[in-house]
T-cell receptor
């Protein structure tokens, strides 16, 4: 059974600081996703990572993937209040012509304080 | 257009009611999904449709009945729900992904369901 663990589950940080969210998963997978969810809202796709060593950056967020360690990280640089949200990683196990099953981590609730 | 729409946004129903949730996308995606999300928890996959056929049912109780009338629409029929079924129900769509695809699943805004 595929398990996905995120830590920390809650993160309170000051504006301008850097921090990293970790996502571990238990079996090999085809893809790793990072999503953002604002309170009461839907999920917004941030990154899709496929291969070992993949690194993607968008603004103050950078995601990386180490498939050998089964670990992805989401690094926040110089946090701003607008980044306050819950961040989920999700791991994908494709099935032939059957769509894709996403298993989500528990989520990291990020609060950026002035 | 990367939009998935869902109706209604909010739904309150009694345990004896029958209601339906609707989801629509016009991105040409051939895979559509229903997820359930309880407060402060991650989404949990319920059903997957691929090419309008049910391909994955994650042991969901029969009081939830999915339907995919065509490639753009996905319904979730609800009957005799329990209060513990109250949650945010999210629809998503994607291409039927090939091995090295960078495509993602696009989520709708969700229907917030309260069962009394």
């Amino acid at each position: 059974e595929l398990k996905v663990e995120q830590n920390p589950l809650f993160l309170s940080m000051q504006e301008g600081k850097n921090y990293t969210i970790y996502c571990n998963y238990s079996t090999t997978s085809d893809r790793l996703y990072w999503y953002r969810q604002d309170p009461g809202k839907s999920l917004e796709s941030l990154f899709v990572l496929l291969s070992n060593g993949a690194v993607k950056q968008e603004g103050r967020l950078m995601a990386s993937l180490d498939t050998k360690a089964r670990l992805s990280t989401l690094h926040i640089t110089a946090a701003v209040h607008d980044l306050s949200a819950t961040y989920f990683c999700a791991v994908d196990k494709a099935r032939d012509n059957a769509g894709n099953m996403l298993t989500f981590g528990g989520g990291t609730r990020l609060m950026v304080k002035p | 257009d990367t939009e998935v729409t869902q109706t209604p946004k909010h739904l309150v129903m009694g345990m004896t009611n029958k209601k339906s949730l609707k989801c629509e996308q016009h991105m040409g995606h051939r895979a559509m999904y229903w997820y359930k999300q309880k407060a402060k928890k991650p989404p949990e996959l319920m059903f997957v449709y691929s090419y309008e056929k049910l391909s994955i049912n994650e042991s969901v109780p029969s009081r939830f009945s999915p339907e995919c009338p065509n490639s753009s629409l996905l319904n979730l029929h609800l009957h005799a729900l329990q209060p513990e079924d109250s949650a945010l129900y999210l629809c998503a769509s994607s291409q039927v992904l090939e091995l090295n695809s960078q495509e993602t699943q696009y989520f709708g805004p969700g229907t917030r369901l309260l069962v009394l």
